[in-house]
């Protein structure tokens, strides 16, 4: 895959350009993103990402040791700032779900784009479970126990909670009243992403579309690849792009032979893939 030599997120430019779609002042939207990518609050993409720090044990594997939730962290630069205001607040749900778009654009492929309002009430929704904590943690993540602390103000907790209800309101707000923006926003995310590498259908795409095909053409769900032992779909998946990555020719196979993928190269099994989708109807 080539995703992994792109940028992680959206150019500060797409950010800019969607700002100014939905009306937000330039300096707002800059604010927020240098605040946001920058590493001010503790960790890159405040807000979305949780702080932590790692913890290497003897044994010689590693953790990482939850300190703060990212959105809490967020609140208090923002609240530190004085910029809890309902502009800065618009500008960090935009930040939000571009970023979130930009995501599933990279996992998934630049097809999921097909179908933009879908793609973006999703990552709205997306960005309110996360923010709530309700989405689950990262493997290798611990909790460590609560040490029980003075708030800084008596109605922080309460103050942070309305925060999060806030930025909850702005994302669905910016959905319903700027869906037309939103969806010029997720074409120059597109684009963009074309631009650094990122192809029509990525790994999660791959998967996605092995598992409709097992399902159009009754086909077992283990696959075989180079006649190894046969493999669930997104582990075989797995395999097989790592062998391809490595420059080896793959066979992939379901284990009762009715999807069978023969490549020399990602691109190439790519290809393949969609080509099989197309004669069975599922593209």
Not at 46 to 54: C, N, R, S, Y
Request: aromatic share 6%.
């Amino acid at each position: 895959m080539k995703v992994s030599a792109v940028v992680s997120m959206p150019s500060h430019r797409i950010h800019e350009l969607c700002g100014r779609l939905i009306g937000l002042p330039k300096d707002v939207v800059s604010f927020v993103d240098d605040l946001i990518d920058s590493g001010k609050c503790g960790v890159h993409d405040a807000g979305l990402e949780d702080v932590t720090t790692p913890h290497k044990f003897a044994e010689g594997f590693e953790v990482k040791i939850l300190l703060e939730r990212g959105v809490e962290a967020l609140f208090r630069c923002l609240a530190s700032s004085g910029k809890i205001d309902e502009a800065h607040l618009k500008a960090v749900a935009l930040h939000f779900l571009l970023d979130f778009i930009d995501r599933e654009v990279k996992a998934w492929g630049t097809w999921i784009g097909n179908n933009k309002e879908e793609l973006i009430k999703y990552c709205a929704k997306r960005v309110e479970n996360r923010v709530r904590g309700l989405e689950k943690r990262s493997r290798g993540v611990v909790i460590r126990p609560s040490i029980p602390l003075m708030p800084p103000s008596p109605t922080y907790y309460a103050d942070l909670s309305s925060f999060i209800d806030s930025l909850v309101h702005h994302v669905h707000s910016l959905v319903d009243v700027h869906r037309g923006a939103l969806e010029k926003c997720v074409g120059l995310i597109i684009e963009e992403n074309k631009s650094r590498g990122v192809s029509l259908i990525e790994f999660a795409g791959v998967a996605q579309l092995l598992s409709g095909l097992c399902a159009r053409l009754g086909a077992s769900g283990l696959f075989y690849v180079n006649s190894s032992i046969p493999l669930p779909l997104v582990a075989a998946t797995r395999k097989a792009f790592s062998e391809l990555k490595r420059g080896r020719k793959v066979i992939m196979a379901s284990q009762d032979w009715k999807i069978t993928i023969k490549a020399n190269s990602v691109e190439d099994f790519r290809e393949r893939l969609l080509q099989i989708s197309k004669e069975a109807g599922l593209m």
